[in-house]
C-alpha cells in the first residue's frame, strides 16, 4: 500500500510529469546511488537512476511487472526491475508513485556477486565470446566498453544460454558485409551482447498481462535494452565501433537506439547492419538517424520468413526523403529502385521458397526440417554455387533448413 504515515522524500517528476517520492529507505540508497552517478560514473547506478527518473512517464513499462493480487482499487503495489536493481513502488489514487524500497546489494555494491548472475546465464548484458578448441565460452564484460572498429552481435532473444548465443549468432551474421571471418575466428573473440529468453522474472506478471489480457514479451526485454543503451552511449567517443543484430536482436536495438537518442548520445562514427531483423527496419533506420549511426545501402539482411515488403517500401520512400549521412546518396533513380525492389523480390523468394518445400513434401510451416528437403536443397545449392548463389538460395528456407542444408554440402 502506499505509504501514508511517514515523511516522503521527493525524487523526480517536479519539474514536469508523474511525482515520484520515496521513503526514507529507500531514500538514502537512492542518494548514494545519484553520487556514485554522478561523481563516479558507475555504470549500474546511472542506469538505476535513469530507471527512477523514467518513472515520472508511468508504470506503463516493459519493465515494470506487478502480482495481481496487489491491485487494489486505485492503488496498486509495482516490483520494478532495473540492470542492477530491484524496486517495490507504490502508487495512490492521486497517481503520484513511492519507491518503497530499493534491492541493491547483488548488483551495484557488489560486482563479483552480479558476474555471478551473469555467468549463470539470467542477466542480459555484454559478453566477450571466443571459440577455444571447436567450443564456444563466453565471459562477462559488465562494465566493459566496445574498442575502436570492435564488433558487437545483439543476439536474438530466443537463446537459454549466453554459450549457445554465441554460437548460434556467430552463424548468423557471418555473412553480413560489416562482419569478416578474422572478427570471428580472433584469439581475442567477439563482443556478444545477450539477452535471456526466460518469459518471467521473479514469478510476477508483467504490468500489461495483469491489467489486460496482452500478450507480454519476455521479462528481460527493456533490461537487455537499458543495458545495450548505456553500452552504445559510453562507447560514443569510440570509433568505428560496428553494430550488428541477428533475428529478434533488432527489438532490442530500437529499444536502446531509443533510449540513447532521449539521452542526447551521438554515434556518428559507428556502423549498424541488421541480419534478418524481426523488427520494423524504417523504425529502425529512424533511431539510427536520430543519432547518427551509420548504414549502407543495404540496412538489412531478410529472408523469407521475415521479410516485409510493406516495411521494405516505406524504408526505401524514407530515405528518399532524409537527409542523414547514410541517406544523401539514396535519391532519384536509385531511391525508385529501392521502392520497386521489394515487390519482385517478394514474389521469387516466395515461389522458390513454395516450390522447394512442394518437392520435399513438407508444409512451409513445418517445425522440424525433412531429410527431404534437405537433400533436394542441397542439390539446388550445388547448382546455383557455380554462380555463387548457394548461400543464398538455402537462406529463403530460413535459419533451421538453412543450417542442416549447408551441412550437408
Same mark, same amino acid.
Given at each position: 500500500?502506499?505509504?501514508?504515515?511517514?515523511?516522503?522524500?521527493?525524487?523526480?517528476?517536479?519539474?514536469?510529469?508523474?511525482?515520484?517520492?520515496?521513503?526514507?529507505?529507500?531514500?538514502?540508497?537512492?542518494?548514494?546511488?545519484?553520487?556514485?552517478?554522478?561523481?563516479?560514473?558507475?555504470?549500474?547506478?546511472?542506469?538505476?537512476?535513469?530507471?527512477?527518473?523514467?518513472?515520472?512517464?508511468?508504470?506503463?513499462?516493459?519493465?515494470?511487472?506487478?502480482?495481481?493480487?496487489?491491485?487494489?482499487?486505485?492503488?496498486?503495489?509495482?516490483?520494478?526491475?532495473?540492470?542492477?536493481?530491484?524496486?517495490?513502488?507504490?502508487?495512490?489514487?492521486?497517481?503520484?508513485?513511492?519507491?518503497?524500497?530499493?534491492?541493491?546489494?547483488?548488483?551495484?555494491?557488489?560486482?563479483?556477486?552480479?558476474?555471478?548472475?551473469?555467468?549463470?546465464?539470467?542477466?542480459?548484458?555484454?559478453?566477450?565470446?571466443?571459440?577455444?578448441?571447436?567450443?564456444?565460452?563466453?565471459?562477462?564484460?559488465?562494465?566493459?566498453?566496445?574498442?575502436?572498429?570492435?564488433?558487437?552481435?545483439?543476439?536474438?532473444?530466443?537463446?537459454?544460454?549466453?554459450?549457445?548465443?554465441?554460437?548460434?549468432? %556467430?552463424?548468423?551474421? &557471418? @555473412? /553480413?558485409?560489416? #562482419?569478416?571471418?578474422?572478427?570471428?575466428?580472433?584469439?581475442? !573473440?567477439?563482443? +556478444?551482447?545477450?539477452?535471456?529468453?526466460?518469459?518471467?522474472?521473479?514469478?510476477?506478471?508483467?504490468?500489461?498481462?495483469?491489467?489486460?489480457?496482452?500478450?507480454?514479451?519476455?521479462?528481460?526485454?527493456?533490461?537487455?535494452?537499458?543495458?545495450?543503451?548505456?553500452?552504445?552511449?559510453?562507447?560514443?567517443?569510440?570509433?568505428?565501433?560496428?553494430?550488428? %543484430?541477428?533475428?529478434? &536482436? @533488432? /527489438?532490442?536495438? #530500437?529499444?536502446?537506439?531509443?533510449?540513447?537518442?532521449?539521452? !542526447?548520445?551521438? +554515434?556518428?562514427?559507428?556502423?549498424?547492419?541488421?541480419?534478418?531483423?524481426?523488427?520494423?527496419?524504417?523504425?529502425?533506420?529512424?533511431?539510427?538517424?536520430?543519432?547518427?549511426?551509420?548504414?549502407?545501402?543495404?540496412?538489412?539482411?531478410?529472408?523469407?520468413?521475415?521479410?516485409?515488403?510493406?516495411?521494405?517500401?516505406?524504408?526505401?520512400?524514407?530515405? %528518399?526523403?532524409?537527409?542523414?549521412?547514410?541517406?544523401?546518396?539514396?535519391?532519384?533513380?536509385?531511391?525508385?529502385?529501392?521502392?520497386?525492389?521489394?515487390?519482385?523480390?517478394?514474389?521469387?523468394?516466395?515461389?522458390?521458397?513454395?516450390?522447394?518445400?512442394?518437392?520435399?513434401?513438407?508444409?512451409?510451416?513445418?517445425?522440424?526440417?525433412?531429410?527431404?528437403?534437405?537433400?533436394?536443397?542441397?542439390?539446388?545449392?550445388?547448382?546455383?554455387?557455380?554462380?555463387?548463389?548457394?548461400?543464398?538460395?538455402?537462406?529463403?528456407?530460413?535459419?533451421?533448413?538453412?543450417?542442416?542444408?549447408?551441412?550437408?554440402?
Amino acid at each position: 500500500m502506499y505509504p501514508t504515515n511517514q515523511h516522503l522524500h521527493p525524487v523526480a517528476g517536479f519539474s514536469g510529469g508523474k511525482k515520484v517520492y520515496a521513503t526514507q529507505e529507500a531514500f538514502a540508497v537512492l542518494r548514494e546511488l545519484r553520487i556514485a552517478a554522478t561523481q563516479k560514473q558507475n555504470f549500474w547506478a546511472t542506469t538505476v537512476i535513469r530507471g527512477v527518473d523514467s518513472l515520472t512517464s508511468g508504470p506503463m513499462k516493459k519493465n515494470v511487472f506487478i502480482n495481481p493480487k496487489q491491485i487494489r482499487g486505485s492503488d496498486e503495489n509495482f516490483t520494478v526491475f532495473f540492470p542492477g536493481a530491484s524496486m517495490q513502488v507504490a502508487r495512490n489514487s492521486r497517481d503520484e508513485y513511492c519507491v518503497v524500497s530499493v534491492q541493491t546489494s547483488a548488483e551495484v555494491d557488489n560486482l563479483e556477486e552480479y558476474e555471478k548472475l551473469y555467468k549463470a546465464g539470467n542477466l542480459p548484458g555484454l559478453y566477450n565470446a571466443i571459440k577455444e578448441r571447436g567450443s564456444w565460452t563466453t565471459t562477462p564484460k559488465p562494465t566493459a566498453t566496445p574498442q575502436a572498429k570492435e564488433l558487437v552481435a545483439i543476439a536474438d532473444r530466443t537463446y537459454k544460454r549466453p554459450e549457445i548465443a554465441a554460437k548460434e549468432a %556467430s552463424q548468423n551474421i &557471418g @555473412s /553480413a558485409p560489416e #562482419v569478416t571471418s578474422a572478427d570471428l575466428k580472433s584469439t581475442t !573473440g567477439f563482443n +556478444l551482447h545477450y539477452t535471456p529468453s526466460d518469459p518471467r522474472l521473479g514469478g510476477l506478471q508483467r504490468y500489461l498481462r495483469a491489467k489486460t489480457t496482452a500478450t507480454a514479451k519476455d521479462a528481460s526485454f527493456k533490461q537487455s535494452a537499458q543495458v545495450l543503451a548505456q553500452t552504445m552511449y559510453n562507447s560514443r567517443g569510440t570509433e568505428g565501433v560496428r553494430w550488428v %543484430s541477428e533475428y529478434g &536482436g @533488432s /527489438a532490442v536495438m #530500437v529499444e536502446a537506439l531509443k533510449m540513447v537518442a532521449d539521452w !542526447g548520445g551521438t +554515434l556518428n562514427n559507428h556502423y549498424l547492419f541488421l541480419q534478418y531483423p524481426t523488427s520494423s527496419q524504417t523504425d529502425i533506420a529512424r533511431q539510427a538517424d536520430r543519432v547518427g549511426l551509420n548504414y549502407g545501402r543495404e540496412l538489412g539482411k531478410s529472408g523469407v520468413f521475415n521479410y516485409r515488403p510493406m516495411d521494405q517500401a516505406a524504408l526505401a520512400v524514407y530515405r %528518399s526523403r532524409s537527409n542523414s549521412t547514410s541517406n544523401k546518396e539514396i535519391k532519384g533513380l536509385k531511391a525508385a529502385l529501392d521502392v520497386a525492389k521489394p515487390v519482385g523480390a517478394t514474389a521469387g523468394a516466395v515461389g522458390a521458397l513454395t516450390g522447394l518445400a512442394a518437392l520435399a513434401g513438407v508444409g512451409i510451416g513445418t517445425a522440424a526440417v525433412s531429410p527431404a528437403l534437405v537433400a533436394i536443397g542441397g542439390t539446388i545449392a550445388k547448382a546455383a554455387g557455380a554462380l555463387g548463389l548457394a548461400k543464398q538460395s538455402t537462406e529463403l528456407l530460413g535459419r533451421r533448413a538453412h543450417h542442416a542444408i549447408q551441412r550437408s554440402l
